[in-house]
């Protein structure tokens, strides 16, 4: 296949020209935490805090050192170890897995809705035993999963449900906040998120006041005085520096959710024509912020190679679900069981869709795959 080298470059995430586009805010905000030489926490995590709980539409929210954290102390916070099951999707970053079990409790695999690659409250219903513990709703790519019918089958048994809103902080499902519909919802601040720090970082939002104490206890080692512990917490603290940054690109959030929506609409129409790629399918009560967009085709890894040979930055989310990593072989997951998500593993692939893409990027992304589809048609 002839390749169309040369011609542009897209990375699937730029964050330079976002950069250029704060500079002044930022560095000026940074100034100022230097300034106070004050690092941890503080009054700059605080006016975060206030900030994204007021976002969120939740009462409480506690900055943690990353999303990985915040799932870690959602599950601490209500409990979850030894004997417990944790109800999740295979088809999620690593550590929405690996929080489970780094606390001895099992995760319990329920696959995916083909549609929007998010849990399948079905699923997640036939799972429920006496031992769950928990359930986490991750709300993939940036798109809500079907909250109303987990909360209806997790209420019946009284079981709590996180909420993985790593990727979609903003995103609406029937109108209310990835994060703020079950009984704690996490956020990550990595850099690629829709709200990305200078670093890591994470929060978590709840209207829980119990739960909120709890992590705030926990992400100090477990103290409210220090000191005197009075349960064993880890260090898990927000940076003043990072809020600091956070606090600046609050205030253009939605405008760059808008860019990303306005970006995968332009796709949704154009790549609609090219026959053999679906493009992503979002529910009508949902308003997804797009933290990845995300088509499916037959030949995905022809595709990618294509597009990489031709200067398109893609990659693969996720390429081997959760239940056939080696490291959790222990829980004796195979091939077929959830083969949803197995198939979404093979088919799938995130293009370009941050905000700061310009029109001729957007339409070199389309007639890379155009060529490739074509040729293949
Ligand atoms: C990014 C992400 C996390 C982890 O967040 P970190 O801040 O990188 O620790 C967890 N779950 C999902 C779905 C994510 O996308």
Redesign the pocket.
């Known amino acids: 296949m002839a390749s169309r080298k040369g011609t542009m470059t897209v990375k699937l995430l730029d964050l330079v020209p976002q950069y250029e586009s704060i500079r002044d805010e930022i560095r000026e905000a940074i100034d100022g935490v230097l300034s106070t030489q004050q690092f941890i926490l503080g009054k700059k995590v605080e006016a975060l805090e206030e900030e994204i709980a007021r976002y969120c539409g939740s009462r409480f929210a506690v900055g943690v050192a990353?999303?990985?954290?915040a799932?870690l102390l959602s599950l601490m916070a209500i409990g979850a170890g030894h004997g417990d099951e944790v109800i999740t999707t295979p088809y999620?970053?690593f550590?929405?897995v690996s929080s489970i079990t780094r606390l001895g409790a099992t995760p319990v695999f329920a696959d995916i809705d083909p549609r929007t690659y998010n849990i399948d409250p079905g699923m997640v219903a036939a799972r429920i035993t006496p031992r769950t513990r928990a359930i986490i709703a991750?709300h993939?790519f940036g798109q809500p999963a079907d909250m109303g019918p987990i909360m209806d089958a997790a209420g019946r048994r009284d079981i709590p449900v996180i909420e993985?809103a790593?990727?979609s902080i903003g995103a609406l499902y029937k109108g209310k906040r990835a994060g703020s519909i079950g009984s704690i919802g996490c956020l990550?601040?990595?850099p690629s998120?829709n709200l990305g720090g200078y670093g890591?970082g994470?929060m978590v939002v709840t209207d829980n006041e119990g739960l909120a104490d709890k992590v705030r206890m926990m992400r100090v080692h477990g103290g409210r005085e220090r000191y005197y512990h009075d349960v064993v917490g880890i260090n898990s603290r927000l940076d003043s520096i990072q809020a600091a940054i956070l606090l600046v690109k609050m205030r253009h959030l939605e405008k760059w959710h808008e860019g990303r929506r306005a970006n995968a609409a332009f796709y949704d129409r154009e790549l609609a024509r090219i026959s053999g790629v679906t493009i992503p399918f979002v529910e009508s009560h949902n308003v997804s912020v797009y933290n990845q967009y995300v088509i499916r085709v037959q030949e995905r890894d022809a595709l990618r190679a294509f597009l990489q040979e031709n200067g398109v930055g893609c990659e693969v989310y996720y390429p081997v679900p959760l239940h056939l990593q080696k490291c959790f072989a222990f829980l004796g997951g195979k091939t077929g069981d959830n083969s949803e998500s197995e198939a979404a593993a093979r088919e799938t692939l995130a293009i370009p869709v941050f905000p700061e893409l310009t029109i001729a990027q957007r339409d070199y992304v389309v007639s890379s795959i155009r060529a490739f589809q074509e040729r293949r048609a």
């Open positions: 990353s999303g990985t954290d799932i999620t970053f550590s929405t991750v993939l993985d790593c990727q990550s601040f990595f998120k890591d994470g």
